[in-house]
């Protein structure tokens, strides 16, 4: 069929009526407006079943899967945008531009509504370039003076090499970045991420994490050279364990005693305990007196062997590991005493101790009181 068989129609009956060719041939879903969360139904706009009342469904255009556009309005998840409409671009689902603006769209869950409803955020982007702004991967992007993330600009040493390398990290000619925060004294040229928080570049092995701060109660990107980190050996194990070819690390620290050519962790996807063939490690601590052939991880922080029961990597003095059995919630106990987050509960009843659902503050109990987080609340009058 050519062209000229279309020739009189409306861009909205041209499309339908390809649609319904498409449908009878059985490929109509490959051309369904439904995909793109928009559809015209009785020469009305809709965005996910919800009518666009402003929509004018003759000139109606379908830019991706929340983007749209007619004559008069550009258009957000069926919200209106205070953009020129016929020059307005979708760029993904986040990033739309016009001839002279930039527009950063989201659609989060509401706190306020204690996340069960979503409210859209459209923001044009003040100072940003259309002319010369471009999309980069994993959601950043750049113009002719500025790099943005999410849609909010941030500094950058060389803005020409400026390459994401994830979501987290990032690099140009000169230095690397971690959550848009430059590591300084990094080598950008050779700059990598590895696993986990940990990264290198030619010279020496980061750790990065967000770091709380107590001023202002945010997290703020912090990166920390591993001192003596050998980056051509450097290896990640797992969590936050790593080695090179002479030493173990825990994040930003060396265990000084561990044999990287032995270390191993005492179970899968348990990635706070690990051993070599002398000394057995929890994180960054070495676990004294521990019998390596017997030793076992439990719950809670908890662990055992045949002579003593540990909480992390220290002992709890007088423990019974064979009567021992972890609870929940940091509870545990053996035949003479209660134990909380490795802490014993003093004067507590082992023999009738036990978790409580669904009490107001109390969450375990015994024969004579009532406990909330560790702590003694108050005398027991149900009957345990």
Known sequence: MGNHYLTGFTKQQTMKFISFLLSILGFGALFSCKKSGYEIKDGVVYFKNVPVRAADANSFESLNSVFGKDV????????????????????N???AKDKSSVFYCTNALDGKTYFTTRNNKISKINGADAATFELLAYNYAKDKSHCYADGIS????????????????????EVGYFRLTPILKSDGSSFKPLSGGFSKDRIQVYYSWMKSDDSSGRSVPTSKVIAGADPVSFTVLDGDYSTDKTHVYYKTGMLTSANPLTIHFLKPYEY??????????????????????????????????????FFKANSLKNSDPGSFTVLNGGYAKDKAHV???????????PASFKMVDNVYEQDAGDAGSTYYNGKKTGKNRTNL
């Open 72 to 91: 008069k309005n550009a258009y957000y998840r069926g919200y209106p945008i205070d953009a020129d409409c016929h020059s307005f671009v979708a760029l």
């Open 93 to 95: 689902e986040n990033y």
């Open 154 to 173: 941030f500094p950058v040493q060389d803005l020409a090499t400026f390459t994401p390398l994830d979501g987290t990290y990032a690099t140009d000619k």
């Open 272 to 309: 706070n305990y690990v051993s070599d063939s002398t000394h057995l490690y929890y994180q960054d601590q070495r676990i004294q007196n521990a019998d390596l052939n017997s030793f076992e991880t439990l719950a809670e922080g908890y662990a055992r062997d045949t002579r003593s029961v």
């Open 339 to 349: 134990y909380f987050m490795g802490n014993e509960i003093r004067n507590a009843d």
